[in-house]
């Protein structure tokens, strides 16, 4: 069969098993799927749409034959194997923080910087989940109104730590409900890559991955030099300036983001604004607070789009703007964007089905 | 015995059992307690420290010999009874929105501007609960570094809405756990004051009381109005200009506040802002990133401070900083901030026991 061979790296985790239903709904011509994980996951069975596949361990001759490599499988999986797979002819879309601030190496959402993607020398840097929603958001903004800054505070979902994280929030939740939140003891919230572990539930940690030296949690930092990288080309961009604090709330999926940011024009309003985000892929307007109506984590999982809405001014600084923007962490936050990018490259004629 | 006739209106609620936790852990001379309530909680019975009361019904007559009335019981019970509380010879402390904006009634954090409790005319008004813990921790900033603009996104627990409100949020909890939501339908939240209900429990709801027209929420036009009245003595005061984001969170107890803010003085810097709060009364500063050290509301619950972390300079724009901050809503933000008007008033000979 005419079509693209497809592997998944990561396949039994939290955005793996979404990137398999990706596949599944793609309407690229798909010739197969490779389900690939690490030694202790392979033999197992995942799901993509109706198929039902065998998990492989991943090695250096897992992509031979491969075209698309989806990655998400933690960083030094991505480091370890990425290599292997552009070796082989595939093109790697890799969903962790490995590759994405190498300047040679392109950061895409596809509604914001697409000709990025012509730059490629196999690998594509999937962005980080907090920065691919508020950059879908921002971008029509940017385009029709110039943008000057942006100052987010995040409301994270806990699946962004992971599907054992999601566990943890879950049987803390129900030891809280029975009496006793200390029965479980926290071994991964906030960041499974620090010392200290920490009640998620009924609780908000303002601590996303580890502490930089500055203060800044690494996902402040992500947001900051993603959100440049993506927008301006460069991850120190000066003339748009950002600023980030990142707090994760017992929430299972979807993040909700309050964006405030200053454009440029000075005729912007909150009409105009609300127009061009009507218009803006990617994006679907809920913004009536008349009728209540404003996104909500409940009610973006399992959808592709940004959710966006609260569009206001600040009413004593002219020029600056408040929204609320709510999207799936686990689809356009990674899984989606992952094979989004995907489709953009056969769309453009950077990839072809053998 | 000499010493003050205290009353609680609304002394079955979740702020009026704690307000009558206050007064029963009070340094001032209490003669009596009274525990006033509507007339369908009539003969139940509340704890004021070791003491039991009977709850009596609220009447015109109700506070004859009261000294100290302190009200939570909703807008329409303040505005019904306190003046009649206020005939009787009582100082009435009302932790309602009823009076808040009244510029002949003081509005009053003891921290912030105890001044203003000079100016009473029997009645104070205790503000809301985000905006107290707000201004305890930014007034220190504005003496000294002078304070130009505002920014706070709110992360609100939600025993702001109420007892009712957060038997909600653990019914919906456990019907989510036990595989579906639906089972319990929202009344109340996001606010018993409007038209929908939505689920709360692992969602996140950007709604604190109704909408105004120009799309702020009612609690983000207090946070702006209450704060430039307890700072700035004007509630339109146009020198600290202010903006705000109101989250609801399924938290039961604490509210979570990232402030993004501007000062005057360009010398301030992180450590000079963390030296003023650590001196600052009623502020605990838990700022150490490096060994994860910052406040989360399970650790708040309980508490009479407000504590604060993540202070951190903006590093792009000169002048600004970010802090999170997170007190009990129940007590600093209600409860607390009630009783330490009347234990203040006394300090300063504006009260005096019979």
């Known amino acids: ?12 985790g939290a955005v793996g098993t979404r990137m398999l239903a990706m596949v599944a709904q793609s309407p690229l011509p798909i010739a197969s799927v490779k389900a690939l994980a690490s030694k202790r996951s392979a033999g197992k069975t995942v799901k ?56 040679e190496i392109p950061l895409v959402v596809p509604e914001v910087n697409p000709e990025a993607l012509r730059q490629h020398h ?15 958001a921002l971008e029509p903004i940017r385009k029709a ?4 800054r942006v100052m987010v505070s995040t409301y994270q979902a806990v699946s962004g730590a992971g599907q054992r994280a999601l566990n943890e929030l879950f ?6 409900l029975d009496g006793d939140v200390t029965k479980v003891t926290p071994e991964i919230l906030p960041t499974g890559g620090d010392k200290k572990h920490y009640q998620m539930a009924f609780n908000a940690l303002p601590q996303i991955d580890v502490f930089e030296d500055d203060g800044y949690s690494h996902e402040e930092w992500k947001m900051i030099h993603e959100t440049k990288k993506i927008m301006m080309g460069d991850m120190d961009d000066p003339e748009l300036k950002v600023t980030a604090t990142c707090v994760r709330v017992p929430v299972p999926i979807a993040h909700g983001e309050e964006v405030y940011f200053e454009v440029a024009d000075a005729n912007a309003d909150a009409d105009a604004i609300r127009a061009v985000l009507a218009q803006a892929p990617g994006v679907v307007v809920q913004d009536d607070p008349a009728h209540q109506v404003y996104p909500q984590p409940a009610n973006a999982e399992g959808k592709r789009d940004v959710f966006v809405g609260r569009i206001r001014p600040d009413e004593e600084n002219s020029g600056f ?30 990839i072809q089905p053998k």
């Open 321 to 350: 703007f408040h929204m609320w923007n709510v999207s799936d962490n686990l689809l356009k936050g990674a899984a989606w964007n992952s094979m989004q990018i995907a489709e953009t490259m056969h769309d453009m004629g950077l």
């Open 1 to 12: 069969m005419n079509g693209y061979h497809v592997a998944v790296v990561g396949a039994t």
């Open 48 to 103: 993509c749409g109706d198929q039902e596949l065998t998990v492989e361990e991943t090695t250096d001759d897992s992509f031979a034959g491969v075209d698309i490599a989806l990655f998400s499988a933690g960083g030094a999986v991505s480091k370890r194997f990425a290599p292997s797979a552009v070796k082989a002819g595939a093109i790697v879309v890799d969903n962790t923080s490995a590759f994405r601030m190498d300047p």
């Open 171 to 176: 049987a803390e939740a129900q030891a809280y």
């Open 145 to 148: 109104f110039g943008l000057k």
């Open 122 to 136: 196999g690998i594509i840097a999937n962005p980080n989940c907090s920065t691919i929603q508020m950059v879908t």
